[in-house]
Nanobody, 128 residues
């Protein structure tokens, strides 16, 4: 059974940092690209960042470029999202998702409609 479990969310002041983790099970993790998405209250889910199967290629939304870093540890079957210089507008539920396209190079945003599996999300709240 495919399972993605996010952790690490919480309340942080603007300018602070948080690190999210997503533990994967039930599928061949190394064959999948992974993505982070977020959904703020009243807004549609949006792409945050993606990472290819090896961790050698990443792509970020413009809104988080330079502040967020996505990484993965295939031995631990875990993908991470390091979030620095957080802003109130980063407040959202953050989801990790798996894409069976492993990708050699990620050249653009991952499409939420193409993701195969989703976690239940973890809430990040950034206070001003």
């Amino acid at each position: 059974q495919v399972q993605l479990v996010e952790s690490g969310g919480g309340l942080v002041q603007a300018g602070g940092s948080l690190s999210l983790s997503c533990a994967a099970s039930g599928f061949t993790f190394i064959r999948y690209a992974m993505g982070w998405f977020r959904q703020a209250p009243g807004k549609e889910r949006e792409f945050v960042g993606g990472i290819n199967w090896s961790g050698g290629s990443t792509y970020y939304a413009d809104s988080v470029e330079g502040r967020f870093t996505i990484s993965r540890d295939n031995a631990k079957r875990t993908v991470y999202l390091q979030m620095n210089s957080l802003k109130p507008e980063d407040t959202a539920v953050y989801y990790c998702a798996a894409d069976r396209n492993s990708f050699d190079v990620i050249r653009g945003p991952l499409s939420s409609s193409r993701m195969d599996s989703w976690g239940k999300g973890t809430l990040v709240t950034v206070s001003s």
